[in-house]
């Protein structure tokens, strides 16, 4: 079997030149990948601070515009005055838990004392198991 050094260098030419291509085109997909995350990133800031500003338009409109407004936009401040209430309930039955909670039985076992009876438990050894470690032979 004869070795053809010029065919083997010819080869190891063509994988180096298919090496190079595919690793710029693999560079080429990173750099399109990278673009593509920091171009989400800054979209989803965007629409972040577009919400905000519709948030706080919605806001505005609502406090100038609230006790004139008749038709739809008279149900829709009816539904958020309701909404609002809801909240305002809640947010009152959740304080008045939690405080409660801080109160003063909120010690776990103060709480225990005043609901359980106190019991007393006494730990004994059996005198039989002892007699029959003393009588087993030793090996």
């Not at 171009?39 to 601070?49: C, F, P, R, S």
């Not at 009876?117 to 006494?122: I, L, M, T």
Request: charged share 40%.
């Amino acid at each position: 079997m004869k070795f053809n050094m010029d065919y083997l260098k010819g080869l190891l030419d063509q994988v180096k030149a298919k090496g190079s291509e595919y690793t710029g085109v693999a560079a080429d997909k990173a750099k399109d990948a990278a673009r593509i995350a920091k171009l989400t990133m800054e979209l989803n800031g965007e629409k972040e601070a577009l919400k905000k500003a519709y948030l706080e338009l919605g806001k505005a409109c609502f406090e100038e515009k609230a006790m004139a407004a008749d038709g739809v936009l008279g149900q829709l401040f009816g539904d958020v005055e309701a909404v609002k209430g809801r909240v305002d309930a809640l947010q009152q039955e959740l304080d008045a838990l939690r405080k409660g909670i801080k109160g003063e039985a909120a010690d776990f076992e103060e709480a225990v004392a005043e609901t359980e009876p106190e019991v007393e438990v006494e730990i004994t050894q059996e005198p039989e198991a002892e007699e029959k470690d003393a009588q087993e032979p030793e090996e």
